[in-house]
Structure formats: C-alpha cells, structure tokens
C-alpha cells in the first residue's frame, strides 16, 4: 500500500489525522509529504525547546526529565481486529493500531535517548518468537469518559484484549529497541510505527512478551476502550534508573 493510499484510507475508515482532531506540527509537515524511496534518509533534527520548568518540548512531546517521562497527545485509531501497533505515527499502520500520535518517529527515539533510556536488542524477524530486549518503559493513557464524562487513567494494556487467554493484555513493560540504520535510511521512519505489539525488527519500542508473533492475539478491548477519535493523553513513563 503506498503512502498516498494509505493515507486516503486512514482519513475514510476514521483514523483522526485531520488537523482538526490531532494537531499537526510543522515538524511533521515534511515526513507526510515525503516520497517512499526517500523516507528515513537525512532525517532532520528536531527542534528542541527548553521550558521554564525544565521540562523539554520536541514538537507535541513534552519532556520531564525529573519525572522521567514523555507526555503527548493521541487519538484511538481503530476497532479492527487484529492490532499489531500500539501507536503508530500518521504514517505508520494507524489501520491495525490501537493509537496514533502527530510524532515523526525518529524524534521519538531522540526522545527517549534524552530520558537516559538505552536501545537493546530488536526481534531478528517480523513475529519472532523470542522477546526483544531494552530499557522498560510503563505506557498510560488518559481520556474522559464518553458515557459518564470521569476522567480515566488506564495502563494502556487494559485498552487491549488477550484472544489467548479471554483477557486483557496482561501487564507488562513495554522495551526500547531503537530502531536501525540500513542502506542510509532510518528504519523507524520508514515503518513509520512508535510502538509496536507484534514484534517487528524495524520497532522503536516493542511488546516485551514472548506473545508478539502474529497479528490474531490482540485486538481492542471495547468493553474498556473508547471509540475510535478519541483524543487521548499518551504517557510514556521510564521504569528504570538511567544507566551512567
């Protein structure tokens, strides 16, 4: 499917990628409009803001480095079955993902490398049965509640639903891989995914359970999970001390 196709299809099945549901930032502008050949060559570096508090903005992430954490907006993408993305960037899989973020992908790695967070080791093939490794990080979301208007804060696992075992995805840290260099171009920004839950070798960050090999074992939990163009808060927490 090419980039053109899939973004017409995103915006006709509902995926919110329009300026009015998730605000777009210039930074984002030129990737959207990037040709596929040329796609994760030279990205640009992001433009990094300091904050009075000594917090640090890239594009719509924020930064707190006290905190350890990564806070930016989100949408719930889809309903579908068979969610193999977590988050998605506009021009990653927002069709089989459960959210998707106005986030160059490559930024989102500059951002955890500036939290302290180190890469580690990627799935070797896409649906590998051995658990990638890397630095744990806890992902949250929070949004209002459509039905009751109460302001909820969910692990985001509980937003998905286990078809092994009839229940929510189990609990678990979600691992930095990084995503890698080949043939001169950035691979996460070629997949155009933030993070995934079928193991991908091309991930930023990836499902640390062995349960990450093929795309029938996850899909929305629409008894918890709001409906797709949801706006959301995403957080992406560090769970271990940075490594000197």
């Known amino acids: 499917m090419t980039r053109h196709t899939l973004l017409a299809f995103c915006l006709a099945s509902g995926v919110a990628l329009a300026a009015d549901s998730l605000p777009m930032p210039a930074d984002l502008d030129h990737y959207l409009k990037t040709e596929d050949l040329d ?17 640090v903005r890239i594009g719509v992430m924020t930064l707190d480095p006290a905190k350890r954490q990564i806070v930016m907006p989100g949408v719930i ?11 998605a960037s506009p021009r990653g899989r927002g069709y089989e993902s459960l959210l998707v973020a106005p986030v160059r992908p490559f930024h989102f790695q500059v951002a955890l490398l500036a939290l302290g967070l180190n890469p580690g080791k990627p799935a070797e093939v896409v649906g590998s049965n051995k658990a990638p490794s890397g630095d744990p990080v806890v992902v949250y979301v929070d949004y209002e509640d459509p039905k009751t208007h109460a302001k909820k804060h969910v692990r985001v696992e509980e937003l ?19 995503s890698r260099l080949f ?6 920004d070629v997949l155009g995914d933030l993070i995934v839950t079928m193991h991908h070798p091309d991930a930023i960050m990836d499902n640390s359970l062995v349960e990450g090999t093929n795309d029938y074992i996850y899909n929305v939990n629409d008894k918890v999970c709001p409906k797709p163009g949801t706006l959301v808060t995403i957080t992406i927490q560090a769970a271990a001390k940075p490594k000197p």
């Open 39 to 55: 796609l994760g060559k030279n990205p640009p570096k992001p433009k990094i803001e300091k904050l009075a508090d000594g917090k």
């Open 77 to 87: 993408a889809t309903w579908e079955r068979n969610i193999e993305v977590l988050i």
């Open 160 to 178: 998905l639903f286990d078809e092994q075992t009839k229940k929510p995805m189990k609990e678990h840290f979600w691992v930095f891989v990084g």
């Open 183 to 188: 043939d001169g171009r950035y691979m996460g």
